[in-house]
């Protein structure tokens, strides 16, 4: 497997535009996270997908940004209108669940190799 | 709540010395513990992990980190540094799905 990919790998865009980052995970993953990753507050996760099923976006900043898994080989984190403040690396990883319970465990997250945002 | 904290936001060191990042986890579940690096302009990679059994978990690139359940720590160690360590390193955690990371240290190696 190529790995979890990420595109595009930058983006400069102007304040106020739409910016769509893509993911494609592992195949057979069935957990994927996007993260947030800048100088001032580390790495943030945003939100994560079991199964495309959206179960925790508490993390997104705000109703500018929405994310979607329209199946399980594709995701979209989506900010629209983009603001220099949302300059940052955003990262996709994905895992496979294993154990019971539901439990995340017996595995590891795999990480691409980030979008760098830049909002002018 | 859930959550990771690295007590050291940078270490230096010189090369061949030993090393330790601090870690302490915080939660209401058992957790699966995590080491992940960060070379620069690069992705996260993982180090190690700690899901159950021996407490003593051997990674990748001669890191190696102890899981002490008494202290809520997972202190990442290596008794000797090369130049190529200089990272960031994270620390994580999983309760129930969610994968929560500390603030990083950032290792610096020296000659």
């Known amino acids: 497997d190529a790995g979890v990919i990420q595109s595009p790998r930058h983006e400069v865009t102007e304040m106020g535009q739409e910016v769509t980052l893509r993911c494609k995970p592992i195949s057979g993953h069935d957990y994927l996270f996007w993260y947030r990753q800048t100088m001032m507050r580390g790495l943030e996760l945003l939100i994560y997908f079991n199964n495309n099923v959206p179960i925790d976006d508490s993390g997104m900043p705000e109703d500018r940004f929405s994310a979607k898994m329209p199946n399980a080989s594709f995701s979209t984190l989506k900010i629209q209108p983009s603001e220099p403040r949302d300059s940052a690396v955003y990262f996709c990883a994905s895992s496979l669940a294993r154990g019971t319970g539901g439990r995340f465990g017996n595995t590891e997250a795999f990480f691409g190799q980030g979008t760098r945002l830049t909002v002018v | 709540a859930q959550s990771v904290t690295q007590l050291d936001s940078q270490v230096p060191v010189f090369e061949e010395a030993p090393v330790e990042l601090r870690c302490n986890y915080s939660s209401s579940v058992s957790v699966y513990l995590f080491w992940y690096v960060q070379y620069p302009n690069q992705g996260l990679q993982l180090l190690l992990k700690y899901l159950s059994g021996s407490t003593l978990v051997k990674g990748i690139n001669g890191f190696e980190a102890e899981f002490n359940k008494s202290q809520t720590s997972f202190h990442l160690r290596k008794p000797s540094v090369h130049i190529s360590d200089t990272a960031e390193y994270f620390c994580?955690?999983?309760?129930?799905?969610?994968?929560?990371f500390g603030t990083g240290t950032r290792l610096l190696v020296s000659p």
């Open positions: 994580a955690s999983t309760g129930f799905q969610k994968l929560v």
